[in-house]
C-alpha cells in the first residue's frame, strides 16, 4: 500500500504543479492542494514506525493549505481579509513548532544559529518595506499592517529555528528545511510584496520540502 500512497502522491503534485499554469482551470490547483498531504501522510505512516509530531506537522501544514485557498478564494483587490493568511500561517507556525520539538536536541548548538538570525532579520526588513506593508501602501488599513507585521515576525523566526535545529538530525531532512524556506520566501514575495514569482516555484519547493523531512525519518 506504501508504493500506492507514494504513487498518488507523485500524481497528485504533479497535476498541482502544472495547474498552477494559468491555462488551467483554477479549480484543478484547489481541488489538489488539499489532497497533497494527506497521500503522503498515508505512505509516511505505512513505510515507518512514525514519529508523532512529524504526523502532527504534516496535518498542521495540511491544515494551513487549506486556509491558503480560502484566502486567495476571498481576495480582492477592493478588501484585503487577512483573517485567511493570518490563520494560514498560524497552523503552519504550530506545523514548524511539531517539526523543532522533533529535532530539536539542546546538545548540539553552532554559529550557524548567526547565520539564521541574520538571513531572517534581512527577510522581515525587506517584506516591510515593499509592496502591501510598505508605509506608502494604502491596501491594507494600519492595524491590518501591524497584524501581519508581528505573524510575519513570529513566524520567520520560527520557520528559521526549525530549518537550524533540522541540521542535528541528518542531511536529507536539513534541505528539506532549506527547501521550506526557499517556498515559504516566494510565496511572501508574492503575497506581501507583490512580486510576480512563478507559482509553480511555491509548490515544487513546497511538496519537496515536505517529501525530504518524510524521507529523512523513514
Do not use: R
Amino acid at each position: 500500500m506504501k508504493y500506492l500512497f507514494l504513487c498518488l502522491f507523485v500524481i497528485i503534485s504533479t497535476i498541482n504543479i502544472l495547474a498552477q499554469n494559468n491555462k488551467f482551470p483554477s479549480i484543478i490547483k484547489h481541488i489538489t492542494k488539499p489532497l497533497i498531504i494527506p497521500f503522503l501522510l498515508l505512505f509516511y505512516l505505512e513505510a515507518s514506525n512514525h514519529q508523532n509530531l512529524l504526523v502532527l506537522g504534516l496535518l498542521f501544514g495540511w491544515l494551513g493549505d487549506v486556509l491558503i485557498i480560502f484566502h486567495h478564494y476571498l481576495k480582492n483587490d477592493q478588501k484585503y481579509n487577512i483573517i485567511p493568511i493570518v490563520s494560514g500561517l498560524a497552523a503552519f507556525f504550530v506545523g514548524h513548532i511539531c517539526y523543532i520539538l522533533l529535532f530539536i536536541d539542546s546538545k548540539s548548538m553552532s554559529l550557524l544559529i548567526f547565520v539564521y538570525l541574520i538571513i531572517g532579520l534581512a527577510t522581515i526588513i525587506s517584506l516591510f518595506n515593499i509592496g502591501l506593508l510598505n508605509s506608502k501602501n494604502n491596501t491594507l488599513k494600519t492595524h491590518q499592517k501591524l497584524i501581519l507585521k508581528i505573524a510575519i515576525i513570529i513566524y520567520t523566526f520560527t520557520i528559521m529555528s526549525m530549518s537550524y535545529f533540522s541540521f542535528q538530525v541528518n542531511a536529507i531532512v536539513f534541505l528539506g528545511s532549506l527547501s521550506f524556506l526557499l517556498s515559504d520566501s516566494v510565496l511572501s514575495l508574492k503575497e506581501f510584496g507583490q512580486i510576480k514569482l512563478p507559482e509553480q516555484l511555491v509548490m515544487i519547493t513546497y511538496i519537496t520540502a515536505q517529501f525530504l523531512i518524510v524521507l529523512g525519518y523513514l
